[in-house]
């Protein structure tokens, strides 16, 4: 996981193919005025969804893990706080979860964080597949872009069941 603001995505543009994507529509656009949704920028292989909603408390929100994207949370009004731990050392490796290949998505409800990070407006957090994560908790409500980035999708997951 990497945090880091909005301006400093720059030096990340070259980390992982489709970041320059993202930076030039984080950079061309004013994300706040973006409707809620999802917005193609490379069609499934780079995309934005802007959510704008409650946040819950750290009971109601599990961790969750992704094969297939990279995500990149940017809080554009609001603080949130996201639960991390890394994928290596959780519970359920592959133990009665069902991952959502559609989605991207497996939760990891018998597991939790062991860290927590806390993001306020136009800071980022980048998470790749090995970083198990809890979003959208805190107090309020937040609007927020995730971009997803596809990657190449590990050979061997725990999650293929």
Not at 69 to 80: F, K, N, P
Not at 94 to 99: A, D, P, R, S, T
């Amino acid at each position: 996981m990497i945090l880091d603001s909005v301006k400093s995505f720059e030096k990340y543009k070259t980390l992982v193919p489709g970041f320059d994507k993202v930076y030039e529509f984080v950079r061309k656009g004013n994300l706040l005025d973006l409707e809620e949704g999802k917005h193609e920028i490379d069609g499934k292989n780079v995309y934005c969804t802007i959510f704008n909603g409650p946040l819950k408390g750290y009971e109601d929100a599990p961790l969750e893990v992704h094969d297939s994207y990279i995500d990149i949370h940017v809080v554009l009004e609001g603080v949130e706080t996201i639960g991390i731990k890394d994928r290596a050392l959780c519970n359920e490796h592959g133990l009665n979860v069902k991952y959502k290949e559609e989605d991207d998505i497996a939760f990891l409800s018998d597991d939790e964080p062991e860290n927590f990070v806390s993001l306020g407006a136009n800071n980022l957090a980048i998470i790749f597949p090995a970083d198990a994560h809890a979003p959208l908790i805190g107090e309020g409500s937040v609007k927020k872009a995730v971009f997803k980035v596809m990657v190449e999708r590990p050979k061997e997951s725990f999650l293929n069941n």
